[in-house]
């Protein structure tokens, strides 16, 4: 390939703060406020215009699983408390359907109110790093490009932007191919009749229709690799969620194949709404509502840190002792790498665990650079442990773990890896979290 040399240049730093948090998805917002309510100075970039990430952005349908989780309980009822709700249906927004619009709203009042500073339109475009210490990152914006200095920086970018930019190692997807999960372009839609719809929440789901059971259906008469029906019901009238879309061989820290996806998911779409009106009663005049602002990674870098995180501990139901996020629960959702539907290999039955597990701070720490902790589905864990962690929940729940971890790092003006983990214990269960 040619190239070109980029020309030297000093930038500016415009900010200096305890705790950067790279990313405002589940992960960036549990660290953001893990670290700003236990008194760190707090900044949160974040490339977007709004909070939430895959649960607002993203237009997830719902926070999956079993997991305990006091912040998200308060996220919830914050969400429910939105005037921006219709008030005859904010009753259901109070669970773990999303409402998008009325949790961006939400969360963003509760960053501010813990004093974090956030700034919008902002992407990580490298990292400052100085004898194997992150001391800061590189944004660039519509001001262009600048440095934010900071103790520690956490990556909640999902994919590890930050890290990878700092030269951090990771293993991208399955270590032996590096395949990593399909890509799916959420959309919801509206002019369902919720009384008469079917909801097919798993791959599992299978519901006898007039026209033949829904799931056939579906890899009868959607285009390759799309086919499974996966449909929920939205906290707004006459809306669903739809799951649909499905593109494999994705490497989402690609620009050309996230193109590509988009492309591919945006045609599908077309197929998926004349589908439903045609086979599915309660859809006969359903259209298009909005699609999400980029579509759904479900897995990239998996960082080296100082532990990863297994399947075996998962069914185990460890309570490690450096936990920092725990009763956590979900299965092992690995979707076809190959096509729709479920993991050919029965992966999600084969593992099944025996309760809630918790998340060692070990996981977040990489392997050969200070001042950087990883935070959400980036941390280190095999392919099979991430398709369990990476559900938005656990991912809150990591963050806040990490993010109450770096401000003790910078209360005590040491490396966050030197934090005594009993005291990030200690914190985390006045916020109300048991082991
Ligand atoms: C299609 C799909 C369906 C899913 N279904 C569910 C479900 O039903 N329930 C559930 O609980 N989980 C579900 N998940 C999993 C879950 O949504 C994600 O794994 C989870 O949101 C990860 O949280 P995160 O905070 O680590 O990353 P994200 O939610 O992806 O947040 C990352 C944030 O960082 C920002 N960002 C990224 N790169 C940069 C950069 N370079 N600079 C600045 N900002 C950046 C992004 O804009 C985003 O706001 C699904 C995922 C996908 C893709």
Redesign the pocket.
Known sequence: MQTRLEKEKSLPIVAEVDVLV???????VGAALGAARNGAKTML????NCLG???T??M??????GTESPLLDEIFARTKASPLLPPATSERAAGWATAHEAQKTALQELLLEAGVTLQYH???AGAVVEAGCVKGVITESKSGREVILAHTVID????G?AAAAAGAEFVLGRPEDNVCQP??L?FRIGGVDHERAAFPGSFESRIDLPKGEIQTLGHEHLPFPAGHVLLYPAPLPGEVCV?MTNVIGIDGTSVRDLTRAEIVCREQMVRIIRFLREFVPGYENCYAVTSASNV???ETRHFKALYELTEFDIVEAKLFDDWIATRNLFNFDIHSLKGPGLDEHGAQHKFRSKGKYSIPFRCCIPQKLDGLLLS???IDGTHKAHSNF????I?LNIGQGVGTAAALAARHKIAARDVDVREVQKLLMQAGIQP
């Open positions: 790279a990313g405002g998805g589940p992960a960036g970039i974040e490339q977007a990430g895959m649960a952005s993203g997830m349908s719902h926070w999956c699983g902002t992407r990580i909640a970018t999902g994919d932007d890509v799916t959420m799951n759904g990674v479900r959400g589905r980036n990476r559900v938005m929940p991912c």
